[in-house]
């Protein structure tokens, strides 16, 4: 179920809305209660949040 990022033309505020299959016709600002919102565009991270030191490893050196 993705997660889909809006922008509301009428009070600036942006917000993040689970959408269900691709009904939208419920849309609203939660701020304002505008429906006149656009869908932003979002890209998620792939990247690790913290990049490893070089040479790490998972597997143990002893053995």
């Known amino acids: ?36 919102v656009e869908q932003k565009f979002s890209a998620f991270a792939t990247a690790a949040a913290t990049p490893k030191p070089s040479g790490a490893s998972c597997a143990s050196a002893s053995g």
């Open 1 to 36: 179920m993705p997660i889909f990022e809006y922008a509301c033309q009428e009070c600036g505020k942006v917000f993040e809305k689970l959408v269900l299959g691709k009904s939208s016709s419920d849309l609203a600002c939660p701020h304002c209660g505008s429906r006149s």
